[in-house]
């Protein structure tokens, strides 16, 4: 995808002057990476909000820093945002090059109608719901549409060796990895409350993790 575009100012306000800078309306940035040094930034708040929604992780960005010439290509990297209030607090961007491939995860989208759900027989268990993938920055899609409407009957999967994927684009995840399933209903059912439960236990300490990432992040970048 074509990259988006930042305009950012060079940031004297550290440590706690951040707070200050943020009831400004401004957002802290730091931009950082291989082949050049970090960079303390700040942009407009509601301009970084909309390039965050925008751009996501997978859609390069350049930004244009006040002052200098050129652009410094980067991906989000880390967004800390405040637990209550929602306002982002600091945003990492990784500066990136375009003539290097990057390993950058994708979301998958299943899209069709399996003939196994027909009647009630069977559900589809969405088992991979994103994948690794290798591509140069500004071929890096958006997400990935996976077809179900081949899974015809109960135990039939798609994996990801039947994705279709963009040109330039490679999946890095082994070819066999399942990425839908068709299951008997109540099997699926089961399936998905056991996944659920797992997937609870393991988000709640991944959320801890993000939260003290974030603090981290948060604190890093206040003193930077």
Known sequence: MPALSLETAPRTSLGRKNKALRRSGLTPLHLYGP?????ILQAPAPIVRKLLVSAGKTTA?????????????????????????GEIQHVDFLRIHAD?????????????????TRGGAA?????????????????????????????????DVLRVSDLTLP???????HPD?????????RE??????????????????????????GAEGEDSGDDA
Do not use: Y
């Open 35 to 39: 082949g050049g040094d970090p960079l």
């Open 61 to 85: 960005v350049n930004i244009a820093i006040e002052g200098t010439d050129g652009e410094e290509l980067s991906f989000v990297r880390d967004v800390a945002v405040h637990p209550v209030t």
């Open 100 to 116: 290097r491939k990057v390993e950058i995860p994708v979301e998958i989208t299943l899209v069709g109608e399996a003939p196994a």
């Open 123 to 155: 559900q589809i268990n969405h088992v991979t719901r994103s994948l690794m993938v290798l591509a140069f920055p500004l071929r890096v899609p958006s997400g990935i549409e996976a077809d179900i409407t081949g899974l015809e009957e109960v135990g």
């Open 167 to 173: 040109d330039g684009v490679e999946a890095t995840a």
């Open 177 to 185: 990895d399942v990425v839908a399933r068709a299951q008997k209903q």
């Open 188 to 213: 699926a059912e089961v399936f998905e409350v056991v996944g659920l439960e797992a997937a609870g236990v393991e988000g709640e300490e991944g959320a801890e993790g993000e939260a003290a990432e």
